[in-house]
C-alpha cells in the first residue's frame, strides 16, 4: 500500500522536471534565444528568482544602520543562492559578475549553456545587456574659457547661495554620480573629490569603471586617444564624454575663484563611469549601483556600505528603442529601491522627449523610487525638451516629475579644465542632488531617511502650473505632470528640514525589534536606544540562558548557531526591555 501512495508523488516530481525542462526557451528573450540558435554568443542578464525583502530597512533609522542592513541582506541572499549558477559557469570556464544589489549575474552565454542555466529553478529569465545612449544635452553652446566671476543663475534660481551664507555648504556629505566619468583633476572639481587629501590622490572606495568593452555603436574597435581617451577598465577617474564632468561640476564645482557652479561646494564626491563615450548597458547602470550599494577598493574587495554615498545623480536614461525592455525594467527597479531602502537618495533626470503627454517612458525615472527631475528656464518655465508624465509605459500613470530644476543655460566644467553652457534635464537633475547636499548638512539627521528628504524637496518647491492636462493630473492643479511639484528651494527645504529635525528630536525611541521573527540561524537586533555596550541574553523556556552578546551599535547582526527551533525569550542588559524569540 505504501508503495501505491509514493508512486503519485514521484510520478509528480519527474514530471514538474521534465516539465521545466521542456519550458527553458520560454525563460530566454526571444531575441537573444533567436540569436543563440544561429550560433551566436550573447551578453546576457541572469536573474534569479528569489530577491531580497528590504522592508524592514524601513523601521531602521540612521542612514549607516540602514546601508550594513541592507548590504548584508542583500549579500547574503546573492550568496546562498547564486552558488550554483557561479558554478555552472565556472565549469564552462565562462566569466561572470554577481550583483548583489539585485540577485542577477552578468555573463555571456552559447545555446547550451543558457540551456543549462535556463533549466535551473532558481533563474527567472535571460535577458538582454543592449547597449543604450544616454540622453543627451539638447545644445552644445561654445566652450566658455575664464571664469564669469558670478554666483552660476541656476544656484541663484533654487537660492543655494543664500543656504551657503547661512553656513551650510555641503560639508560632510558625499554625493555620487554615474555617468561618462569624470576629470577628477579639474580644477572646479579636484578639490571635492573624496579620493584628494591636498597632497595625494587614493581612488580606493572612491572610483569605479564599469565599462570593459568599447560599445560597437561607435563602429570602431580600438582603445586609442581618438576612439577612446580613457581606455577600459581604469584605475583613475577619466571622462571620455564630459557629461559626467559637467554634472558633477554642477553639484559640486568650485574652483577657489571665479567658477561658482556647484550648488553643494563643500561636499565630497565620488564616481562610477557606466557609458562609454556615451553609450552604456543595464549591465553596466545596475553595476554602478551594486558599487554604491557598497563601495569596493580598486580591485573589487573588501566592500563598504559605511562609505556609501548620500545621493546619487543619474543623467542617463534606457530607452526601449536601444533594446531596454519591461524585464530589465524590473532588475533596475530592485536595483534603485535597495539603495532607497539603504538611505541613499537616487535622483534621475526625467529625459529629453518633451513636450508630449507621456514622454517620461525611460528608466530610470520612471520608477517610483526614483527622485525624477524634469528641466526649467531661469523664468521658471518649463523647457520645451523636458519629458512629461504621466508615466504610461507600464501603465501607471504615476505622478513624474517630481519636481523641476534649472536645465536650460547650464554653465558648467567640462574635461582638459573647460568649462561649457549646455541645455537638459541632465543639467537640472544635479541641482537636486546638490540640493540634498545642502539639507543634510543642515540637517545632519535627516541622512537616510529618504522619504522625508523626498517630501521636503517636494513640499517646499516653488508651485508652478501649466496649460497641459497629462492623465489625470490637470495642469492647473498641484502637483502636475509638466512641473510635478514645482521648482525646487533648497532654502526652503533647509528651514522645513530642521524644523522637522526639531519636531523629532523628543520623539520617544521605538522598542527594540528582532527580525526576522520566526528565524533560523541569524537574526537582527535593532535598539535605537543604544548609546554604549548593552549585553543581549537569551534564555530557553525553563529560564536556561543560551546566548549571550555584547551589543555594540544600534544594529547588529548574532548567530544562532546549532541552538535547537524552539521558543526563547530575550532580556537587554539590565533592564525591562524583554521579549519573545522563535527559532525554527
Not at 543558457?114 to 566652450?143: C, G, H
Not at 560599445?215 to 581606455?231: A, Y
Not at 542632488?433 to 545642502?438: E, Q
Request: glycine content about 10%; charged content about 15%.
Amino acid at each position: 500500500m505504501r508503495i501505491y501512495l509514493l508512486l503519485p508523488f514521484l510520478f509528480c516530481g519527474f514530471f514538474d522536471a521534465a516539465l521545466l525542462a521542456s519550458n527553458w526557451q520560454t525563460k530566454i528573450d526571444p531575441e537573444v534565444l533567436a540569436e543563440l540558435e544561429a550560433g551566436g554568443r550573447v551578453e546576457v542578464i541572469v536573474a534569479l528568482q528569489e530577491q531580497a525583502d528590504l522592508h524592514l530597512a524601513y523601521r531602521i533609522h540612521g542612514k549607516t544602520a540602514k546601508g550594513q542592513y541592507v548590504y548584508q541582506t542583500v549579500r547574503a541572499l546573492a550568496e546562498r543562492t547564486q552558488q550554483p549558477i557561479r558554478k555552472i559557469l565556472a565549469d564552462n570556464g565562462v566569466a561572470y559578475r554577481s550583483f548583489a544589489v539585485v540577485n542577477a549575474l552578468l555573463t555571456e552565454v552559447d545555446l547550451p549553456l543558457a540551456r543549462a542555466l535556463a533549466e535551473r529553478e532558481e533563474v527567472a529569465n535571460i535577458q538582454p545587456n543592449p547597449w543604450t545612449v544616454f540622453d543627451r544635452p539638447t545644445l552644445d553652446l561654445t566652450p566658455t574659457g575664464a571664469g564669469r566671476g558670478v554666483v552660476e543663475w541656476g544656484i541663484q534660481r533654487i537660492h543655494a547661495d543664500a543656504v551657503w551664507d547661512l553656513g551650510f555648504r555641503g560639508e560632510g556629505i558625499t554625493v555620487a554620480g554615474q555617468d561618462t566619468g569624470y576629470d577628477w583633476e579639474h580644477p572646479a572639481i579636484k578639490n571635492q573629490y573624496r579620493g584628494w587629501d591636498g597632497t595625494t590622490a587614493d581612488h580606493n572606495y572612491n572610483w569605479h569603471d564599469a565599462i570593459r568593452a568599447i560599445s560597437l555603436l561607435h563602429n570602431d574597435s580600438i582603445v586609442s586617444p581618438t576612439n577612446n581617451p580613457c581606455g577600459l577598465g581604469v584605475s583613475v577617474p577619466c571622462d571620455d564624454h564630459s557629461h559626467g564632468t559637467h554634472t558633477m561640476g554642477t553639484m559640486v564645482g568650485d574652483d577657489g575663484g571665479d567658477n561658482q557652479i556647484g550648488v553643494a561646494p563643500a561636499a565630497n564626491w565620488i564616481g562610477c563611469r557606466n557609458m562609454e563615450r556615451g553609450w552604456g548597458s543595464p549591465g553596466s547602470y545596475i553595476e554602478c549601483f551594486d558599487w554604491f550599494l557598497a563601495p569596493t577598493n580598486l580591485a573589487g574587495e573588501n566592500p563598504d556600505p559605511a562609505r556609501a554615498p548620500h545621493v546619487i545623480n543619474n543623467s542617463w536614461g534606457c530607452p526601449a528603442v536601444e533594446g531596454c525592455n519591461p524585464d530589465n525594467f524590473a532588475l533596475m527597479e530592485l536595483a534603485i529601491d535597495a539603495l532607497r531602502a539603504a538611505g541613499v537618495v537616487v535622483v534621475v533626470s526625467a529625459g529629453n522627449d518633451g513636450p508630449a503627454c507621456g514622454s517620461i517612458r525611460n528608466p530610470a525615472a520612471i520608477f517610483a523610487g526614483s527622485f525624477s527631475v524634469g528641466a526649467s528656464r531661469s523664468d521658471d518655465t518649463i523647457a520645451n525638451f523636458s519629458s512629461r508624465g504621466a508615466v504610461t509605459i507600464d501603465s501607471s500613470f504615476r505622478l513624474k516629475p517630481n519636481v523641476v530644476a534649472p536645465g536650460v543655460g547650464v554653465r558648467s566644467a567640462i574635461r582638459n579644465g573647460g568649462y561649457a553652457t549646455w541645455n537638459g534635464t541632465s543639467m537640472a537633475g544635479p541641482h537636486v542632488a546638490g540640493a540634498v547636499a545642502l539639507l543634510l548638512a543642515a540637517a545632519p539627521q535627516l541622512a537616510g531617511e529618504v522619504d522625508s528628504i523626498e517630501a521636503i524637496l517636494q513640499t517646499t518647491a516653488l508651485p508652478l502650473l501649466s496649460n497641459q492636462d497629462c492623465g489625470p493630473f490637470a495642469g492647473l492643479a498641484v502637483p502636475n505632470a509638466t512641473y510635478g511639484y514645482g521648482r525646487i528651494d533648497v532654502l526652503a527645504a533647509v528651514a522645513r528640514g530642521q524644523q522637522v529635525v526639531a519636531t523629532e528630536q523628543g520623539s520617544p525611541a521605538e522598542p527594540t525589534l528582532l527580525f526576522p521573527n520566526p528565524t533560523h540561524g541569524q537574526f537582527w537586533v535593532l535598539d535605537q536606544t543604544i548609546t554604549a555596550p548593552t549585553l543581549f541574553t537569551l534564555c530557553d523556556a525553563t529560564g536556561r540562558q543560551v546566548l549571550s552578546v555584547q551589543l555594540d551599535n544600534a544594529l547588529q547582526q548574532i548567530t544562532l548557531g546549532t541552538l535547537p527551533a524552539g521558543i526563547y525569550f530575550y532580556r537587554m542588559g539590565g533592564g525591562d526591555q524583554q521579549g519573545k524569540l522563535v527559532v525554527w
